[in-house]
């Protein structure tokens, strides 16, 4: 080590951090990206009692992010302190947070996020004629003069994260973060189906856009029709359900709208949206062999619980709560999915599932391919037993295979690999009529970025106005599938990253179908020919270690476990 940092490590190393600095870390915590300010300004206004929320947002909240309110708005005395660490009107003694009702009680959102943005705060309370406007600059007061202004509260912050490069520089995409945002408000507009809320964005070629608008007033059947769209609607079941601990009231899905990704489950406790994965597991149980495996239904829960039996101060940005009885509240929600899915006509649903089976896809595969069998090559030592295993000696001990287990697997490769051929190979199909459709606003945002990825694998949509489509053309081979089912599972896979599966899960099912009915059967006798075949084309494809149903085709025992067996050590 050399002389200087010998000195230098027996130097003391403790700082104290300046105010400052203490501020922007406090401020990391509560305010993560646009979309945390905008969830704190828009709490913020439901606490003030609004019935009409308009956000603004320019460069997706970057630089500009304006909430405007017409709740009870705040006294001059009140607008000189609210920016400052640790005010609030929310809560004054340690009692009240046995039972917090506001969304606010820290009293550290507006002084986090002036710690990293230019602030203005404009204020009127009802029985004035004039407002306050307060001009801040790195959480300092610098201005506050008397204006002209509706009743209510506007805060607009502008250039956030400027003083925090660290933070900017974990920014995505600006398309990105507005989706992110887009997800809050959704969440805010499907709980309070009364509150007006309008989200506008402009981006840096200063075009504007309405992202959402919802008009205050709205029953909540309608809201969820505005926020989710007409498709998603259309499988809501509504569920309502008590205990003495509480009560569940809100939507749940007929199992047909399951879909891969947890993309549209809102929970609120509350009307606090929350995030939690243990409850969304047991409300996905309780559908028990409804749902197929990795299925996630859609639903909007509210649960109603004594503000006593929830603590909300258990996350920095509020995200998730505690509950006093956990497990008495996972049971009020499976009972009230069971009940409710009892009480339902599903039959439907369950035929409509025995047997998705696509004609059309079936009888192309037919028509132009000849599955593999196992009647043309091979000579060898293999040995059939019981007609139903096939036994071989492999280098390092014996095979074990299960001859239809591993067929099936065999032809269902090659049933997919001549499916995407055929879509690669991009032929087209003009929809007769084009088919106008409504989608989720979350759906709408992902949509909107990707139409020209949609365009390129065949599929021809143009925006037709709010959350609305019109698809034209599409890949022939999807002709007759639902295209909006199969759209919104494409949109899923890009959002969560996955990429465009080859395939989507009807064709998947229909394709094991197929391999299913075309493989030898067990208790089929094979020649030796035949055997031999199906060993090699098994092991000379590479991963085929499970059957299109997760069963496995073939295990392999080695010679050091037979030796072990026989204690030949
Ligand atoms: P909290 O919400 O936890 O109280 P904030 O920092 O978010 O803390 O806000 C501080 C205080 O400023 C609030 O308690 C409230 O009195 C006041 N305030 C903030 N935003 C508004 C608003 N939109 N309308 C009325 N009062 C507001
Ligand atoms: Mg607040």
Not at 264 to 276: A, I, K, L, P
Not at 300 to 306: E, G, Q, W
Not at 392 to 415: N, S
Request: proline content about 4%; hydrophobic content about 40%; aromatic content about 8%.
């Amino acid at each position: 080590m050399a002389q200087s940092a010998i000195i230098k490590s027996i130097m003391r190393s403790i700082n104290t951090l300046s105010p400052e600095l203490i501020a922007k870390i406090a401020a990391g915590e509560v305010v993560e990206r646009p979309a945390s300010v905008i969830k704190e300004l828009v709490e913020n206004a439901l606490d003030a009692g609004a019935d009409q929320i308009d956000i603004e947002l320019e460069e997706a909240g970057t630089k500009k992010i304006r909430v405007r309110d017409n709740g009870k708005g705040m006294h001059y005395d009140d607008l000189l302190l609210c920016y400052l660490p640790h005010t609030t009107s929310k809560i004054s003694t340690d009692n009240d947070l046995i039972s917090i009702r506001s969304f606010g009680f820290r009293g550290e959102a507006l002084s986090s996020i002036a710690a990293v943005g230019f602030m203005t705060i404009k204020s009127r309370l009802k029985d004035q004629e004039f407002g306050h406007s307060l001009e801040l600059n790195n959480g300092e007061n610098i201005t506050c003069k008397k204006i002209g202004m509706p009743i209510g509260t506007e805060i607009m912050v502008e250039s956030l994260f400027h003083s925090t490069p660290a933070r900017k520089k974990f920014m995505k995409d600006s398309k990105t973060e507005l989706r992110i945002i887009t997800e809050i408000i959704t969440q805010v507009a499907i709980a309070f189906p009364a509150i007006g809320i309008t989200l506008s964005h402009k981006n840096s070629l200063l075009k504007k856009e309405i992202i959402l608008s919802v008009p205050a007033g709205q029953s909540l059947q309608n809201r969820i029709q505005s926020v989710l769209g007409q498709y998603l609607s259309e499988f809501l079941i509504p569920i309502q359900y008590e205990s003495r601990y509480g009560s569940v009231t809100g939507y749940i899905s007929k199992p047909q709208a399951a879909q891969q990704s947890k993309y549209h489950q809102y929970f609120y406790v509350n009307t606090r949206s929350v995030h939690d994965a243990a409850l969304a597991k047991v409300l996905t149980e309780s559908y028990g062999p409804l749902l197929e495996p990795r299925a996630h239904p859609p639903f909007v829960l509210y649960l109603t619980l004594p503000y006593e039996s929830v603590d909300v101060n258990i996350h920095p940005r509020k995200e998730e709560v505690a509950f006093a009885y956990r497990y008495e509240i996972q049971n009020l929600i499976s009972e009230a999915v069971a009940e409710t899915l009892s009480k339902h006509n599903l039959i439907y649903t369950q035929n409509s599932r025995a047997i998705d089976m696509d004609p059309y896809t079936a009888d192309f595969l037919k028509n132009t391919i000849t599955p593999w069998n196992v009647k043309t090559i091979a000579e060898g030592e293999v040995l059939q037993i019981h007609n139903l295993y096939l036994l071989a000696q492999t280098e390092k001990g014996l095979l074990l295979i299960d001859q239809h287990a591993a067929h099936e697997r065999i032809l269902f490769e090659q049933f997919k690999e001549a499916f995407a051929q055929t879509r690669e190979s991009q032929i087209v199909f003009e929809l007769p009529e084009p088919l106008v459709f409504e989608l989720s606003v979350k759906d709408t945002m992902v949509l909107d970025e990707h139409t020209e990825t949609f365009k390129k694998i065949g599929f021809d949509i143009e925006a037709f106005g709010k959350n609305t489509f019109k698809l034209s053309v599409i890949p022939e081979i999807f002709k007759t599938r639902n295209l909006v089912q199969l759209i919104i599972e494409v949109l899923h896979d890009i959002h969560e990253g996955r990429g465009i599966k080859t395939i989507d899960r009807e064709t998947e099912r229909t394709l094991s179908y197929l391999a299913c009915r075309s493989a030898i059967k067990a208790g089929d006798a094979l020649e030796s020919i035949e055997q031999k075949k199906l060993v090699d084309k098994l092991l000379l494809s590479d991963g085929l270690y499970t059957c299109p149903h997760g069963r496995p085709t073939h295990i392999e025992v080695s010679l050091r476990e037979i030796d072990k067996m026989f204690k030949r050590h």
